[in-house]
């Protein structure tokens, strides 16, 4: 049959060079508001009961929040014939031909619908998850942090094959329909509908009578939700009744008679197996815990850094000691304390005296808190660190050379700087393990494509201590060449606005060191040219003003941080009292509390777009 679920597999890629085409939705698809805590859930209700002259208390619908990605699809004559990503709200992403290979989105339904949108959440289920990260292992692909970002991948592949192997789904949670015609007053009534006529609705939502009901429902499933195999970070709560939706309606981002309870941050217990310790590119040693692993907040944790040996005697944490971890932010896996202490008691695992990568006595540095190892040209390590920071994506890019392929070129001696990368040929390469002849080619070409970068790039890629991406954009917007960097004083770094006496002598102990500058003509040598930097300021419209950006947008963060440089403004990773707006997309994390925290307006994409252009 022409519908079967064995042929769900979208139109294949016509070409390298194809994009995503923009698809701009006929009703704007809404964030939601967050609560945190169960008082706040119960004032919101209370609020919308004392502004509208509730008589009685609305029902409430209650579903989990699922962790994945927002689309619309748009079927005509019971026919899927569009699906698009949520985008900004107004203006989204086709990528239809991948969403037909979903199992759980119907290619058609046998009742008779001329027009229907139906809004969901594609997501992967954490089994799906686990066998993907399986196989990229055997394969030495790229291991995905959580099923979130493992499901956003899938779905903006550019091959719908690609997508298909994904082992994707979707929960179905609203259907823009003609409601009068099909007799569908309420969001409980809209879900059965949805379910009758072929979706995948998620079984869990409850109808709840009161804001107690509903608040029992976010306690039930805190803990409960660990057993699912998918990922939820809370509970969205709606105003059942459309016509009471349609009196409360929205603000400017979000609709009043809705929000999302936020579960707290999982706190799970597990026991460190090993304290390994690392070398960075810089020589900095950082002991991090190799944990028995255990499922935290959508992934697998198995490792967490302990930052600095401070940190390991204030926890008084050793081997075999039972602890509690969470992941910081949602994001990155940290431990809390130490529940219980393994039976032979042995106190705070000590700080290393050598360097467990070349051997050389460790020495610690004024004013810092961690230990070093000084071998800086000839630990194995640091090599490493600083060639795969070199080849990194905010650095030169160099798309294939990963990890895996790094420590091979330093083992067998075939690299010791990055200036190395550029005298190997594809005969270097079919030396090291699993490389084939056209995989060999590509990273030959990739590595000579890479001589010509942006200046920006360029010093980034060289590692100055102190300076990172946001500073080496700065400098080569200041200095226009890389020949004026190299040659400028103290004076002259220090004139650039946030840059200070630390920044500034790092830079000039880095040009003034023998290595580096052999590094550099080395790299000249071999045709690695930075472009001159030209100014792509448009605008004064920013001016003073800096932005923190964060949560999903329509576009990568690197646009929106353009558009703000370009138009005189300044991005800031951390929200301060100096920050103007926080520019706030999808799941935005805790930078949204630490802004009402400190009073910082909080802007969506529509109104960041208004700001630009009509100062």
Known sequence: MADSPTKKVGTSVESSERKFSQHKHKERLYSLDNTYSYDDLRLWYERLIKNYSLDEQPELVCELKIDGLAIALTYKKSEFVLGATRGDGFVGEDITNNLKTIKTIPDKFAANISDLEVRGEIFMPKSAFEALNKKQ?????????????????????????????????????????????????????????LKEIGFNINPNFKLCKSIDDAIDYCKYWDTKRQSLDYATDGVVIKINDFNLQKEIGYTSRAPKWATAFKFP????????????????????????????????????????????????????????????IKKAAEIIPKVICVTEHAKNKAGAFLPPEFCPSCGTRLVPVDGEVNLYC?????????????????????????????????????????????ADLYSLEVDDFLKLDLIAEKSADNLYKQIQQSKITSLGRFINSLGIRHVGKETSEQLASFFGTFDALKNADYNQIQKIDGIGDKIALSIIDFFSNSFNNDLLNRLEHYGVIPLKAESSKKSDKFANMVFVITGTLSDTRDKFDKIIKDNGGKTSSSVSKKTSYVLAGENPGSKIDKALGLGVKIINEEEFNNLLNNL
């Not at 630990?379 to 091979?408: A, F, H, T």
């Open 374 to 418: 000084p071998n800086t040209l000839g630990c194995p390590e640091q090599i490493k660190g600083r060639i795969e920071y070199w080849v990194s994506k905010d650095c030169m890019d160099i798309d294939g050379l990963g990890d895996n392929i790094v420590s091979q070129l330093v083992d067998r001696g075939l690299v010791k700087t990055p």
């Open 137 to 193: 292992m055997e394969v030495g692909g790229k291991l995905f942090a959580n099923p979130r970002n493992a499901a956003s991948g899938s779905l903006r592949q550019l091959d719908p094959e690609i997508t298909r192997q994904r082992d994707l789904s979707m929960f179905s949670y609203y259907g823009r329909i003609d409601s009068n015609e099909y007799k569908i007053n309420s969001h409980s009534q809209m879900l059965e509908f």
């Open 265 to 324: 941050p999982e706190e799970v217990s597990t026991v460190v197996e090993n304290i390994e310790v690392n070398v960075g590119r810089s020589g900095a040693v950082t002991p991090v815990a190799v944990l028995q692993p255990v499922y935290v907040s959508g992934s697998t944790v198995q490792r967490a850094t302990l930052h600095n040996f401070d940190e390991i005697k204030r926890l008084n944490i050793n081997i075999g000691d039972r602890v509690l």
